[in-house]
T-cell receptor, first 116, second 112 residues
C-alpha cells in the first residue's frame, strides 16, 4: 500500500490565485482530513470527511473548500490564495468506524505552500 | 477548544540514554491518545497509542504512560538512537467523535 499520497510536494502561488491540493489513500479509510501546520501552533484541522459525499468544517475552514466524491480522494481547494495561507498542509486518514477512538490517523508527507 | 501541551519544547539526550517526553492534556473525557514522530520534511508517523482504560502500553523500545488523575501522558524511549531525533507530538481525541487535537511538539536531539 502506498498509504496517503499528497501532490504537489511544493507550490508557490501569487495572492489571488487558486489551486487544488490533491490527497489520495489506498487503505479504504472512511475518515479523511486536512490539517495545516504552522510554527509554534501544532496541527490545526481545516476540513474533514467521514465518508464519500460527507464533509464538515474543522477549526480553520475559511478560504478552503473540500469535496469527497470517492472514498480514495479528498482534494483541498484554495479559492483565492492569501499570504496567511502560507503553511505546510497535511492530509490524514483513518478507519474511524464512526468514532475517532478506533484507530490513529495516517498522514501524507505534506504540501509546502508559499503565497507571495 | 482543546489544549494539548508539552512541558518542554526541546530535549537533548546522549545516545544510549533513555528519553522521556511529556504531554499535558485538558479534556478529562478524552478516550484515546496517540504519540507521533515527525522527521524533517515528512508527515507525522504513528508511534504508539493508548486508550483511557489503560495506564501503560509498551511497544518496541517505546512505552506510553497515561495518568488520568493529573491528565498527563508521557513517551519513554529506551536506548535512544540518532534515528530517534525528531519532533514528537501527542494527540487526544477529545471524545468529540470527529477530530484529534495536537500539541505543538517536543524536538528531541540525540547526541552521538
Amino acid at each position: 500500500n502506498a498509504g496517503v499520497t499528497q501532490t504537489p510536494k511544493f507550490q508557490v502561488l501569487k495572492t489571488g490565485q487558486s489551486m487544488t491540493l490533491q490527497c489520495a489513500q489506498d487503505m479504504n479509510h472512511e475518515y479523511m482530513s486536512w490539517y495545516r501546520q504552522d510554527p509554534g501552533m501544532g496541527l490545526r484541522l481545516i476540513h474533514y470527511s467521514v465518508g464519500a459525499g460527507i464533509t464538515d468544517q474543522g477549526e480553520v475552514p475559511n478560504g478552503y473548500n473540500v469535496s469527497r466524491s470517492t472514498t480514495e480522494d479528498f482534494p483541498l481547494r484554495l479559492l483565492s490564495a492569501a499570504p496567511s495561507q502560507t503553511s505546510v498542509y497535511f492530509c490524514a486518514s483513518s478507519y474511524s468506524g464512526g468514532r475517532m477512538n478506533n484507530s490513529p490517523l495516517h498522514f501524507g508527507n505534506g504540501t509546502r505552500l508559499t503565497v507571495t | 477548544g482543546e489544549s494539548v501541551g508539552l512541558h518542554l519544547p526541546t530535549l537533548s539526550v546522549q545516545e544510549g540514554d533513555n528519553s522521556i517526553i511529556n504531554c499535558a492534556y485538558s479534556n478529562s473525557a478524552s478516550d484515546y491518545f496517540i504519540w507521533y514522530k515527525q522527521e524533517s520534511g515528512k508527515g507525522p508517523q504513528f508511534i504508539i497509542d493508548i486508550r483511557s482504560n489503560m495506564d501503560k502500553r509498551q511497544g518496541q523500545r517505546v512505552t506510553v504512560l497515561l495518568n488520568k488523575t493529573v491528565k498527563h501522558l508521557s513517551l519513554q524511549i529506551a536506548a535512544t538512537q540518532p534515528g530517534d531525533s525528531a519532533v514528537y507530538f501527542c494527540a487526544e481525541d477529545g471524545n468529540t467523535g470527529n477530530q484529534f487535537y495536537f500539541g505543538t511538539g517536543t524536538s528531541l536531539t540525540v547526541i552521538p
